[in-house]
């Protein structure tokens, strides 16, 4: 009997080395410590030996049965240990991960810049605080200009404005329109020149669906010898057809804006009637896109540039109105709202 005990308890802890899964170590323990089990029933028969074997026998059956319980619990918790640092359950569903969305303004900027790069067009950056000299001196618009009313304007005051506030033109305030950076752009450049500066303008409105306090421009310049309106139109009508991937009808109407001359409101047809008149056109057929013009010869002095020599045009295209008719977005508010049901959406 000792003898089979011995070659028992070797098989089993062959067993359980070889043993890779919990499933299987609990199989084994019902094989070899279960009821009817060959070292159970041995174990049962240990009673009937005579005297001298019995006690052997008894000790030995013990100590092995326990030495298998041990092994067997041990291997399982080392199995399971395993399982919670390094095997992955690919069927688990992923955890989401939050990624950001960019706003529908900025992506809609990225594809006005590529595609007035693609034109030729050097892309800048102006500043958003701008002095009055920029914003209107040197623009023709003089002080107490009735033109000056077109822009209300938001002044800074403190900081470092209030010791330049005696030069009238070096009074701070948040740019109302792009043209301040006509400029400064060539205050560092010489024709010919082919730029446009997109960014973030104000002016003190009440707001409403069309109508906010800060907005976006995209200012074009365009200064060389020779050039005329036809090539003011011709930019604009390629420029447009690259956004929308289709020729659009234009309509240019004359305005008056004190830094160009001839001054003229460029219309876009409203894409979506046909013309015809809508909600989203205001049942015009038509919307309102950018001011344009030829840049005024007293402009030009004030930028150093020759007005017998050269001409150029300029634009301010107003972004916000363009993006939404783009992708097709009912009120101009949404976009500085914050809500991030919007922005997702692009
Ligand atoms: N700066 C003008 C505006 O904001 C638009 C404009 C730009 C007009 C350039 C003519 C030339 O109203």
Redesign the pocket.
Known sequence: MIERLKNIKEEVLDKIDQATSVDGLNGLRVRYLGRKSELMVLLRKVKSLPEEQRKEAGKLGNDIRKNIEDLINEKVRSLAVGVRDHVIDETLPGKKIQAGKHHPLTLFIRKIKDIFDGMGFEVIDGMEVEIAKYNFDLLNIPRDHPARD??DTYYVTGGRSTAKTKEPGEQLLLR????PV?LRSMLQRKPPVRLIAPGR?FRHEATDASHESQFY?C?GLVIDEGIKVTDLIGTLKEFLKNIFNEEIKIRVRPEY?P??EP?MDIDIMCVLCGGKGCSVCSQRGWLEM????MVHPTVLKNMNVDPKKYSGF???LGIDRLMMFYYGVKDVRLSYSGDLRFVNQF
């Open positions: 077109h822009w109302t329109h792009t043209s006509q303008t421009q200012e804006y830094f160009v001054g950018l001011g344009s013009g300029a634009f301010g």
